[in-house]
T-cell receptor, first 117, second 114 residues
Framework: AQKVTQAQTEISVVEKEDVTLDCVYE???????LFWYKQPPSGELVFLIR??????QNEISGRYSWNFQKSTSSFNFTITASQVVDSAVYFC??????????????FGKGTRLHILP | DTAVSQTPKYLVTQMGNDKSIKCEQN?????MYWYKQDSKKFLKIMFS???????INETVPNRFSPKSPDKAHLNLHINSLELGDSAVYFC?????????????FGPGTRLTVL
C-alpha cells in the first residue's frame, strides 16, 4: 500500500533562511509519481512539481529545489532564501502506476511553514 | 479565466439539511475529483469521474452523492448533513484519470454544519 509521511507538522524560520521540508514515501510499485503542492493561507492548492520514479535528477526552479532519492524513499523540498510569501502548507503526494483511470494520488498530512519577517 | 471554479465558497447550514456544491472546469479535462480536507488539513479523495462515469468511490457515506451532467461539471450533493461533515471540500480536474497528470484544484468550499 502507498503511504506518504511528512514528519514535520510545522516549521518556523526567519526570512532569508533556507528551509527543507521532508517527505518519505512507501510504495511497492517500480513506476510511480511524486508531487508537491502548496496551499497558501488563501486556501487554494497549487501544483509545484511532479517527478517520476525513473528520474532521480534533482530539480531547481528559482529558489525552490527538490531532492529525490530512491535509496531512502525520500523526495525533499528546499526553499532557499525564504520569503514571507512562502508561508503555506506544503503537501507531498504519491501516485502509483499510470495505467488506470482509477489511480489515486495519496497526500501526506502536510507541513505548515511559517516564514517570520 | 478561472480554470476550476466552485460554488459556493462558504456554506453554513444546520444539521439534517441537504446541500449541494457545484464545480465546473474549463480546461477540457476528462476527469474530475472531489476531495475532503478536514480541520487538521488532511486531504482525502472522495470520488472521481471520467467523462461522466464514476471511477473512484472511496468509503464515503451514501449521504454523499456526486453527479456529473457532463464532463465539465461535477456536483456534490450531501443529504442529512452531520456535524462531522464540516470541512473544506475541493474539486479538482486532470487531463485524464492517469495518475501522472497534475490535478488542478478549485478554490474550495468551506462547509460548516451547526
Amino acid at each position: 500500500a502507498q503511504k506518504v509521511t511528512q514528519a514535520q507538522t510545522e516549521i518556523s524560520v526567519v526570512e532569508k533562511e533556507d528551509v527543507t521540508l521532508d517527505c518519505v514515501y512507501e510504495t511497492r510499485d517500480t513506476t510511480y509519481y511524486l508531487f508537491w503542492y502548496k496551499q497558501p493561507p488563501s486556501g487554494e492548492l497549487v501544483f509545484l512539481i511532479r517527478r517520476n520514479s525513473f528520474d532521480e535528477q534533482n530539480e531547481i526552479s528559482g529558489r525552490y529545489s527538490w531532492n529525490f532519492q530512491k535509496s531512502t524513499s525520500s523526495f525533499n523540498f528546499t526553499i532557499t532564501a525564504s520569503q514571507v510569501v512562502d508561508s503555506a502548507v506544503y503537501f507531498c503526494a504519491l501516485s502509483e502506476t499510470a495505467m488506470n483511470r482509477d489511480d489515486k494520488i495519496i497526500f501526506g498530512k502536510g507541513t505548515r511553514l511559517h516564514i517570520l519577517p | 479565466d478561472t480554470a476550476v471554479s466552485q460554488t459556493p465558497k462558504y456554506l453554513v447550514t444546520q444539521m439534517g439539511n441537504d446541500k449541494s456544491i457545484k464545480c465546473e472546469q474549463n480546461l477540457g479535462h476528462d476527469t474530475m475529483y472531489w476531495y475532503k480536507q478536514d480541520s487538521k488539513k488532511f486531504l482525502k479523495i472522495m470520488f472521481s469521474y471520467n467523462n461522466k462515469e464514476l471511477i473512484i468511490n472511496e468509503t464515503v457515506p451514501n449521504r454523499f452523492s456526486p453527479k456529473s451532467p457532463d464532463k465539465a461539471h461535477l456536483n456534490l450533493h450531501i443529504n442529512s448533513l452531520e456535524l462531522g461533515d464540516s470541512a473544506v471540500y475541493f474539486c479538482a480536474s486532470s487531463q485524464d484519470g492517469l495518475a501522472y497528470n497534475e490535478q488542478f484544484f478549485g478554490p474550495g468550499t468551506r462547509l460548516t454544519v451547526l
